[in-house]
């Protein structure tokens, strides 16, 4: 059955902005959190963002980043480790990818 998140992530309310995607329990630095988002270029910035994608919000201190992932996506990265019922962010770059 397709999850469009890991089972040890949920949607909840963010004191951030809105919605925010939170962990269920502790995660390990450089861990795939996921797809985030898929090339297509008949989207604005040729991208299409999954539910994980559509999700996170932004910090100056994020704990997690954007990179390319398999031919045609983007996937979550953890660049700390992330403790239980902790919000999962990034730090917006308008589509640009850190490589």
Do not use: W
Request: aromatic fraction near 14%.
């Amino acid at each position: 059955m397709y999850n469009p998140l890991h089972p040890f992530l949920t949607i909840r309310d963010s004191v951030i902005q809105g919605k925010g995607i939170f962990a269920e329990r502790d995660i390990p630095i450089d861990f795939n959190l996921g797809i985030t988002h898929i090339y297509d270029d008949r989207f604005i910035h040729n991208y299409i963002r999954t539910p994980l994608g559509g999700f996170i919000n932004y910090s100056n201190n994020p704990n997690c980043i954007k990179m390319p992932y398999k031919k045609d996506c983007l996937a979550l990265f953890t660049i700390k480790n992330i403790k239980a019922n902790e919000e999962i962010t990034v730090e917006y770059t308008l589509y640009k990818i850190t490589s």
